[in-house]
């Protein structure tokens, strides 16, 4: 594609006409894409390098003749971009140098238009259907770079910014007004106040590399259907992170229309640095310490006192009367003097036989499930349990990690009753404890922003450090270490009636 700009007459040298050639500026927090701004933001101070090489942007064409007449040739330029987010606002700048410019007016080196960028969000796309946020940009007439790669005096970008993440594939679209000055002397073409636009896909299938495509261009209000004045390119790219907190991005573009800016060929390479999505270090609660059972003691059986047995009565003694004078009497039988009443002895109760309990056999244990390879994820109390760990090498996860990630990631997309849950990050000790603080957030921050690319809700995790200070077993020794050194999936809130009993 080549970019025209015609004369309806010839004239002996091409005019000095101030416009920008320069269509593509690197977004400072873009989360996916190389061209297209989305709602996020980096957290704190950020930075980056985006060395770029443009091929005939701008050509003249006269009518009469034919003759081209490259006004930007080649251009490398590098801008140095830096920002800082506070809450929900970003504050960026761009100072966009070129080392090296050719044009019809010559060659060299030279500085363009340094730009000041602000960013709003509106609406976090984690918890609103779709992510929404404003931008402005201010270009200040800064440039001295010997061809036309600026807008030749103050320029502004007003844009509405709104991106939707499905899945591993964010969605992101800019549509905004650009205030330029006016450019006189051509006569078939019309450069002021303009459309801006600019769409994106990025496809991220983990934290570590994405692919991207974007289409931009603009279009001035006054002159819509003219294609001189409304140029548009496209731009296929990548990036890899080669680090937690370093990210290298490459991109291809090539005009799609005829307009002002559109290259005849772009390359762009970049490095970004941002400090890592930190999960927040949370000291453990103190726990209050157990006291060991008092023992229960049974006390001794009281022995039934027996009722007193009653006594018993003697027998009454017969009194003896003193003999009487012998009388010759007739004989008379012989009487026995009467038996005494006895008193029949009290019948006693017998002694109270001991009732013993029958001996009730224990319940049985509940079987207690496991993870298996069949069904690597289960749910053990609060915790999902894994058939194996997450491993890591350093804060990056390995692949056997990712393996069980995307295990979790389809049990947690089934059971969508599991509404919030804290991942934690736990070390094994051994080092400094800053550090270990440090490494467990971050890996934590990691399986977390794994779970979200494979279009889980962000809203339903909370990532959390704890360093060595939760250790399932007391040990230094490597195998102690080896069982520390993990990641616990901790569920904090089920859906109203679902959670098991």
């Given at each position: 594609?080549?970019?025209?700009?015609s004369?309806?007459?010839?004239?002996?040298?091409?005019?000095d006409?101030?416009v920008?050639?320069?269509?593509?500026r690197?977004?400072l927090d873009?989360?996916?894409?190389?061209?297209?701004?989305?709602?996020?933001l980096r957290?704190?101070?950020?930075g980056?390098l985006?060395?770029?090489?443009?091929?005939?942007?701008?050509?003249?064409?006269?009518?009469?003749?034919g003759?081209?007449?490259?006004l930007?040739?080649d251009?490398?330029?590098?801008?140095l971009?830096?920002?800082?987010?506070?809450w929900?606002i970003?504050?960026g700048?761009?100072?966009?140098?070129?080392p090296?410019?050719?044009?019809?007016?010559?060659?060299?080196?030279g500085?363009?238009?340094i730009?000041?960028?602000?960013k709003g969000?509106?609406?976090d796309?984690?918890?609103a259907?779709l992510?929404?946020?404003?931008?402005?940009?201010?270009?200040?007439?800064?440039?001295?770079?010997?061809?036309?790669?600026?807008?030749?005096?103050?320029?502004?970008?007003a844009a509405?910014?709104a991106?939707?993440?499905?899945?591993?594939v964010?969605?992101?679209?800019n549509?905004g007004t650009?205030?330029?000055?006016?450019?006189?002397?051509?006569e078939?073409?019309?450069?002021?106040?303009q459309l801006?636009?600019?769409?994106g896909?990025g496809?991220?299938?983990?934290?570590?590399?994405?692919?991207?495509?974007?289409?931009?261009g603009?279009?001035?209000?006054?002159?819509?259907?003219?294609a001189a004045?409304?140029?548009a390119?496209?731009?296929v790219?990548?990036?890899?992170?080669?680090?937690?907190?370093?990210?290298?991005s490459?991109?291809?573009?090539?005009?799609?229309?005829?307009?002002?800016?559109?290259?005849?060929g772009?390359?762009?390479?970049?490095?970004?640095?941002?400090p890592?999505a930190?999960a927040?270090?949370?000291?453990p609660?103190?726990v209050?310490?157990?006291e060991?059972?008092?023992?229960?003691?049974t006390?001794a059986?009281v022995?039934?006192?027996?009722p007193?047995?009653?006594?018993?009565?003697p027998?009454?003694?017969?009194?003896?009367?003193p003999?009487?004078?012998a009388?010759?009497?007739?004989?008379?039988a012989?009487?026995?003097?009467p038996?005494p009443?006895?008193?029949?002895?009290?019948?006693?109760?017998?002694?109270?036989?001991?009732?013993?309990a029958?001996v009730?056999?224990?319940p049985?244990?509940?079987?207690v499930a496991?993870p298996?390879?069949?069904?690597?994820?289960?749910?053990s109390?609060t915790?999902?349990?894994?058939?194996q760990?997450?491993a890591?090498?350093?804060v990056?996860?390995?692949?056997?990690g990712?393996?069980q990630?995307?295990a979790?990631?389809?049990?947690?997309?089934?059971?969508?009753?599991?509404?919030?849950?804290?991942?934690?990050?736990h070390?094994?000790g051994?080092?400094?404890?800053?550090?270990e603080?440090?490494?467990?957030?971050?890996r934590?921050g990691?399986?977390?922003?794994?779970l979200?690319?494979?279009?889980?809700?962000r809203?339903?995790?909370?990532?959390?450090?704890?360093?060595?200070m939760?250790?399932?077993?007391?040990?230094?020794?490597?195998a102690s270490?080896?069982?520390?050194?993990?990641i616990?999936f901790?569920?904090?809130?089920?859906?109203?009636?679902?959670e098991?009993?």
């Open positions: 594609m080549l970019l025209l700009i004369l309806v007459h010839a004239a002996d040298s091409v005019p006409v101030a920008d050639g320069q269509l593509y690197p977004p873009a989360e996916a894409t190389l061209w297209a701004d989305d709602s996020s957290p704190g101070f950020s980056g985006s060395l770029g090489w443009v091929h005939e942007p701008v050509v003249w064409v006269w009518e009469d003749t003759e081209r007449v490259p930007v040739g251009a490398v330029g590098l801008d971009l830096a920002s800082y987010t506070f929900r970003r504050a700048v761009d100072v966009p140098v070129y090296f410019a050719t044009g019809s007016a010559g060659s060299g080196a500085l363009g238009d730009a000041l960028d602000v969000v509106l609406l796309r984690a918890k259907p992510g929404l946020a404003v931008s402005f940009r201010a270009d200040l007439p800064t440039a001295i770079a010997p061809v036309p790669l600026a807008a030749g005096g103050f320029a502004y970008e509405l910014i991106d939707k993440k499905l899945g591993p964010l969605l992101a679209a549509i650009r205030g330029v000055p006016a450019v006189e002397g051509v078939n073409i019309e450069i002021g106040p801006a636009w600019r769409v896909a496809f991220a299938p983990g934290s570590t590399w994405g692919a991207s495509l974007d289409v931009a603009y279009a001035t209000w006054s002159d819509l259907g003219n004045g409304s140029p390119e496209a731009m790219g990548g990036w890899y992170k080669v680090g937690p907190s370093t990210r290298l490459l991109g291809l573009g090539h005009a799609i229309s005829s307009g002002i800016g559109a290259s005849n772009r390359a762009v390479a970049g490095v970004s640095w941002s890592e930190k927040a270090v949370v000291a609660k103190p209050a310490k157990a060991p059972p008092k023992p229960v003691v006390p059986p022995a039934k006192a027996e007193p047995k009653p006594a018993v009565a027998a009454p003694v017969a009194k003896t009367e003999p009487k004078p009388v010759a009497p007739a004989p008379v012989k009487t026995e003097p038996k009443a006895v008193t029949p002895a009290p019948v006693i109760a017998p002694a109270p036989v001991a009732t013993v029958p009730v056999p224990p049985p244990k509940p079987v496991v298996t390879a069949g069904n690597p994820v289960i749910v109390g915790r999902l349990v894994l058939y760990r997450v890591f090498d350093g990056s996860l390995r692949p056997e990712k393996a990630l995307d979790i990631a389809k049990y947690l997309e089934t059971h969508r009753e599991i509404e919030s849950m804290r991942i934690e990050g070390t094994g051994g080092g400094d404890a800053s550090d603080l440090g490494l467990a957030g971050s934590a990691a399986v977390l922003e794994y979200i690319a494979k279009g889980l809700d809203s339903r995790f909370f990532a959390a450090g704890y360093g060595s939760r250790p399932l077993v007391q040990g230094t020794d490597d270490r080896a069982v520390n050194d993990r616990e901790v569920i904090t809130r089920w859906a109203e009636g679902s098991p009993r």
